[in-house]
DNA sequence: CTATGATTCAAACAAACGTATGAATCACGT
DNA sequence: ACGTGATTCATACGTTTGTTTGAATCATAG
């Protein structure tokens, strides 16, 4: 079997629809982009994939899964060293958006170009798309939200699950790098090279998350801290 | 001249647009779904707004127009009060993010169909929508920013706008309500109806934004509060 | 060297896309 | 009642979309 060809052309279509899907959307890259930069022939997608809809499934599973194993085995280091006892939810903030973020520097896995298109797909409409990642996260999300729950006993698992999804979106937004409001000013032409942005990133998000996490809960009244864990 | 019908016409093309750009996005909605929904004719588009494009705009400015000015008349009003003095985060926070959640109830002014259409288009690769929204929300970031850094001058500016887009990215992803991960599981189901999620979203996301914006600043041993406004 | 299965290729498919056209219909001042 | 400008309508235009086809080319095993 000749996969030597095959399995070049492969990572081509899947390199050049990650960077594509990432600057126009699913839906705003067409066939003939994806195999036009991947100088590949137009057929090719569908021969070694089937469909658009599969293409843009492998290329979050080449990079997800990789992701997620990563985090479930810094996630398993720390529970096992713990032993029994909860875990401070700086670490497992920083199991889950840390090792994420650090993504950014590993090329090998997909760099800044994949973290910006994951991005920006959370938001996505497609159903499809979002039925994937919902399954593809399912277990980690599983399991985190477990170690959140122990590591937070005094907080409602509700508000746990708010602030989950609060944090998802602020570093969603983070590594989107979209500005669309353009925010940023003068100030970041101090900033001599880009590459350095996740260094940068990473520390500032991580105490922006935790201090979310660990704000006080609203309403002091009503939905106090009777349902503990 | 028979504006009767003419704004009529438009006002369901519109309605209809918001509707499914929300539930598709810009690409993956075609002008004959958004003249087939609103019952009008498909050249109704061109005729009263140009292009796809222009119809695109006027769907986000009949909105922002409002809201934009309901927080910049919010913040007047505070500033105005305190009389010179700096404003608590909390109230530029709400001013800035309470304004825009409360609009959920406001049928009027577009209500969650709107917020979520919102949500989802911060995050748009389309580089027109970006830029049309960059130019629609310039002078109300300039003052949103402005009364942040007099708000606290201990914390330095670029430290702030990194806040602000944390602060944002978790709003905009809580109002687009995608859940793409799947995050909630049975403990949704308490909810009755699902009308007063913004009833609940409002009082949790802030507070979870507020102990973002007031975290402890990282790495204290570079980059400290050298830099005061 | 030849046979075989995997891969690539140019070409075409029907369907859907955004937009434009000109006639028909409407509302309304005179 | 008539004329005028605004609006609606059916229809078509030229592209572009994702996908398919069958022949050409490749690598490799016998």
Redesign the pocket.
């Known amino acids: 079997?000749?996969?030597?060809?095959?399995s070049?052309?492969r990572e081509r279509i899947l390199d050049a629809a990650e960077r594509l899907f990432m600057a126009h959307g699913y839906e705003g890259?067409?066939?003939?982009?994806i195999t036009g930069e991947a100088g590949?022939?137009?057929?090719?997608?569908?021969?070694?994939f089937?469909?658009?809809?599969s293409l843009m499934q492998e290329v979050f599973r080449r990079r997800l899964d990789w992701l997620n194993d990563e985090r479930l085995r810094v996630l398993d280091a720390m529970e096992k060293e713990a032993a029994g006892k909860p875990l401070k939810p700086s670490q497992i903030v920083d199991a889950f958006f840390g090792t994420l973020l650090r993504m950014a520097d590993d090329e090998e896995h997909g760099g800044k170009i994949f973290l910006r298109l994951l991005g920006r797909t959370l938001t996505e409409p497609s159903e499809f798309i979002r039925t994937f990642l919902a399954h593809e996260y399912a277990y980690v999300m599983e399991r985190f939200k477990e170690a959140l729950f122990r590591s937070l006993p005094d907080v409602p698992k509700a508000e746990i699950v708010w602030r989950f999804h609060f944090m998802l979106g602020a570093t969603s937004y983070a590594i989107a790098g979209t500005d669309a409001l353009r925010l940023v000013t003068d100030w970041q032409i101090e900033d001599s090279e880009p590459e350095d942005r996740a260094d940068r990133l990473l520390p500032r998000l991580m105490s922006f998350l935790l201090g979310g996490l660990r704000a006080p809960l609203p309403g002091g009244d009503h939905q106090s801290k009777t349902e503990a864990a």
């Open positions: 079997m000749a996969e030597n060809r095959s070049d052309t890259t067409s066939m003939r982009q590949v022939n137009l057929a090719a997608v569908n021969y070694h089937g469909s658009k809809e």
